[in-house]
């Protein structure tokens, strides 16, 4: 119920005083209300803009965050109010919602940041008054296309095969996308080149060429050269079918293919050959074949699969097809009655071209889109006045719905273009990215090594250390304590890298230990292999937790120590490492952790080269915690 | 002959237009002479602005406190001051959503249109609330028996009664259980002039009225229930 109607039940109320003489029955008790009624000014602080307004005001919509009791969650003792950390602008929106009872959408704003500071709110957006609901739904239609092509475009082309696909699918793939390899990208060409030969053929072979000797007439270079053409033609067909074959047979859905547009013109582009072929040199039959032959050009628009923009274009009158309607209706209406008038006016004249309504429709048309060609004119005033009032009624039919279509064309086209500059945004995005997240390992990296896991309150405390703020010593703290947890350390790409290096070729030289942790660790140092392995860890995890606390500091000890990471120092450490067979094991297991274990299958790595970065080395870790847990309690 | 009719129909054609743009560009007189400009002198601001706060402490039984926040809630509703009687029907046919709530907001606007001119003002609203909530019983009563005085003369007849019955039971709507009969609103009518009508005479005065209701203890005890309603 709307905000005045509540206003109004009190008086609804007492007017139930008339019906108390008239009752049948007695009266049912009225509703006890506890709280006191006496209204009062609440003072809302949003990011330091103050709102005042009656507790009322906001008791009109209880199921809002203001109207309910969820603001006392934002209550501040000290000063008495109620403060919010939000947009002060848009909260002013907000509350003429709860004063007036109508929500406006403000046209300056953006429409995710109003439809968050809406959801903060509680408030539902459907309840937009109509003044500003057509463009808040033009501006959030608008937004999720947008976000729809923007993921449709990122899953699109840029996902890379999965390992184990049939020839049938990456032919599939190669025929969609041209760029994925080099043989479906000479394909696309040579395809290209051959449909851009044939229509050039067909063109030049209805040009006149030098009759040969002994002839005066001009005759068309098809003819004089029939064979040359013959040969042009066979070939491109050849090439067409073959691809046509090619993309039927990998397509994942055949009657879906067969039905597509692209396939239709495919066939209708390849079938007068055939036909041609299978068609006998009859004289009364070769009239119809000659008709075929114009399909041939259909060939053109198999250049769609290489230019996008004929795509949009075409997706545009696709789109428009409600304006292209009216258009033509519109059209079809106007001439029809002037074809009519027309043809009445000019019945008199002798020797007039208007024989007939359909044969003013001709004039009709031809003036209404202002060609104006002059084979049949009006002679009579009548015919003249209204020919004219014809051709300027045609200028006004024809421009109206033309910019609708026009705009709809830019919008997507506009559409495309920015999916295209969405996905190279998107490359330095993630590059960025994962620079930061580099930095952020190797900021905790020397952390651990300026000695930051040591007591703080030391005097020989670094002063670096100092420096740093507290929400990087919590960070490193909790990063820490995950170390602690998992029983494994952190280390970066290089020192990975040369380690995965350095153990495979250091378990050459194989030492009693199990040999099947070994050969784990050797395969499982390149990680894209690693998944079959996965479930061989289990055996190295047992002798991961074997593993004492203090070869755990040993081993961070000579970690921070391994500054340089020198192929020598390395190589030192390994030989320290040989020592302690357990310690060996130990290492093997945080050489393993970034290959994901077998309960989590999904997660594919990235086929950048590996980072391990925190959120990988964590989730990995994490769920080798898993494995761990489940093979203690065995 | 046909030519020289379609000549003439195009002469015509050709004038209309011509008449046509000139209407557009105002140099032609349109051929009606009543006042356009009416139309837009509409916006004279019918506003009304109540009596001062004290005059309104006096004439009803409201605190300062509570009469601020009625004219608050009131202003909201109708900045103009005044509700007229589609916008009343319309709000309070808001409550009942399954009936008719036209014909009672009907009369419960009449009842409260103190000076009958059309418009409920703030004065006229929280004088009839003063009464509702706060009255003493008599009070009470007595607006109960103006209510149901449609044509206010001081008697109550069986017509303006079945009047007001029907108008109470339409708000109640086609889903009932038991479902309304179309005889239910006349018998509460004759019920009630059973009980009410002393002597006989087919009409009830406001004595009889508040004489009955006085000696009705089911009556007089709800009529307490509504006090607390602001």
């Not at chain 1, 703290?477 to 290089?494: G, M, P, S, V």
């Not at chain 1, 199990?514 to 660790?521: A, G, H, K, T, Y």
Request: hydrophobic letters at 40%; aromatic letters at 10%; proline letters at 5%.
């Amino acid at each position: 119920m709307a905000a005045g109607v509540a206003t109004w039940l009190p008086f609804a109320r007492a007017a139930a005083v008339g019906w108390l003489p008239l009752a049948k029955k007695t009266m049912p008790k009225p509703p006890v209300d506890k709280k006191s009624r006496s209204d009062e000014i609440l003072i809302v602080n949003v990011s330091g803009l103050r709102f005042q307004t009656w507790k009322n005001t906001l008791d009109r919509y209880p199921d809002t965050l203001l109207g309910s009791s969820e603001k006392e969650f934002f209550y501040n003792e000290d000063t008495q109010e109620y403060f919010f950390d939000r947009d002060p602008e848009m909260f002013r929106h907000i509350l003429n919602f709860y004063r007036t009872g109508k929500l406006h959408y403000p046209r300056q704003e953006c429409i995710q940041a109003f439809d968050e500071e809406l959801a903060f709110y509680g408030i539902v957006p459907d309840i937009i008054g109509d003044c500003c609901m057509e463009e808040y739904r033009d501006r959030k239609k608008e937004n999720q296309e947008r976000l729809a092509e923007d993921t449709e475009a990122e899953m699109a082309t840029d996902v890379p095969l999965p390992p184990n696909s049939t020839p049938r699918e990456r032919l599939w793939r190669a025929f969609e996308n041209p760029h994925t390899s080099t043989m479906a990208l000479v394909f696309y060409y040579v395809t290209g080149f051959f449909i851009a030969v044939s229509v050039i053929a067909n063109v030049v072979e209805t040009v006149p060429c030098r009759p040969p000797k002994g002839s005066v007439k001009d005759l068309p270079c098809g003819e004089k050269y029939s064979v040359a053409f013959f040969c042009m033609d066979t070939a491109c067909v050849l090439i067409f079918t073959f691809e046509y074959l090619m993309r039927l047979f990998a397509a994942p859905s055949r009657c879906k293919f067969m039905r597509s547009v692209m396939s239709v013109i495919d066939v209708v582009a390849i079938m007068p050959y055939y036909i041609g072929l299978v068609m006998p040199e009859n004289e009364d039959v070769s009239g119809a074949f000659v008709t075929l032959r114009v399909f041939r050009v259909f060939r053109i628009f198999k250049f769609s699969r290489h230019s996008q923009g004929l795509r949009i274009l075409g997706y545009t009158l696709k789109s428009c097809a409600s304006e292209l309607g009216f258009l033509l209706f519109s059209l079809t209406m106007a001439i029809i009655i002037f074809a009519t008038v027309m043809f009445y006016a000019e019945k008199g004249t002798k020797g007039t071209n208007f024989t007939s309504i359909p044969a003013s429709f001709w004039y009709t048309i031809v003036t209404m889109t202002t060609l104006g060609y002059g084979d049949m004119v009006p002679n009579t005033i009548a015919g003249k006045i209204f020919g004219s009032i014809c051709s300027l009624s045609g200028v006004l039919v024809i421009a109206l719905p033309v910019p609708v279509i026009v705009s709809n064309f830019s919008r997507i086209y506009h559409q495309n273009q920015r999916a295209d500059k969405m996905r190279a945004q998107q490359k330095v995005r993630l590059a960025r990215i994962r620079m930061a997240k580099k930095g952020t390992t190797n900021a905790f990296l020397q952390y651990k090594e300026d000695g930051g896991l040591q007591d703080h309150d030391s005097d020989s405390a670094a002063l670096c250390l100092k420096n740093r703020s507290s929400f990087e010593h919590q960070h490193h703290h909790l990063l820490h304590c995950l170390e602690k947890t998992t029983n494994h350390e952190f280390t970066d790409e290089l020192t990975y890298s040369e380690m995965c290096m350095t153990e495979s070729v250091g378990y050459r030289t194989s030492r009693s230990t199990s040999l099947s942790s070994q050969q784990v660790v050797s395969s499982s140092c390149c990680p894209r292999r690693a998944k079959r392995r996965a479930i061989r860890l289990a055996n190295s995890t047992v002798s991961v937790s074997r593993g004492s606390v203090q070869e755990l500091d040993t081993l961070q000890v000579l970690k921070s120590s391994a500054v340089p990471q020198s192929r020598s120092s390395l190589n030192a450490r390994t030989e320290d490492l040989k020592l302690n067979c357990e310690q060996r094991d130990y290492t093997a297991a945080i050489i393993s952790i970034p290959t994901p274990p077998a309960n989590t299958p999904d997660e594919s790595l990235p086929p950048s080269p590996a980072v391990p970065g925190i959120l990988r080395n964590s989730r990995s870790i994490s769920s080798f915690t898993h494995e761990t847990v489940k093979i203690s309690s065995l | 002959m046909s030519i020289q009719g379609m000549e003439l129909f195009a002469i015509v054609v050709v004038i209309i237009l011509f008449v046509a743009v000139l209407k557009q560009f105002g140099i032609l007189e349109p051929m009606s002479l009543e006042d356009s400009s009416d139309s837009d002198l509409e916006l004279s601001t019918v506003r009304h602005q109540p009596e001062g706060l004290e005059q309104l402490q006096a004439q009803t039984k409201f605190t300062k406190k509570e009469l601020q926040s009625l004219y608050r809630g009131f202003k909201n509703e109708c900045p103009s001051g005044l509700v007229d009687e589609e916008t009343f029907k319309t709000i309070y046919s808001q409550f009942f959503p399954q009936g008719d709530a036209t014909t009672y907001a009907h009369f419960l606007f009449n009842a409260f249109d103190l000076d009958r001119n059309g418009s409920i003002r703030f004065e006229d609203f929280v004088i009839g609330l003063s009464v509702l909530l706060r009255g003493s019983i008599t009070e009470k009563l007595n607006w109960a028996f103006n209510l149901y005085d449609i044509n206010k003369d001081g008697y109550i007849t069986k017509e303006e009664m079945l009047m007001i019955m029907k108008s109470i039971y339409d708000m109640m709507g086609r889903y009932t259980y038991p479902s309304v009969r179309d005889e239910a609103p006349s018998e509460h009518v004759e019920k009630f002039f059973q009980k009410m009508d002393r002597n006989r005479d087919g009409v009830v005065t406001i004595e009889e009225f508040i004489e009955t209701c006085q000696k009705d203890e089911n009556i007089m005890s709800s009529m307490q229930l509504f006090e607390n309603v602001i």
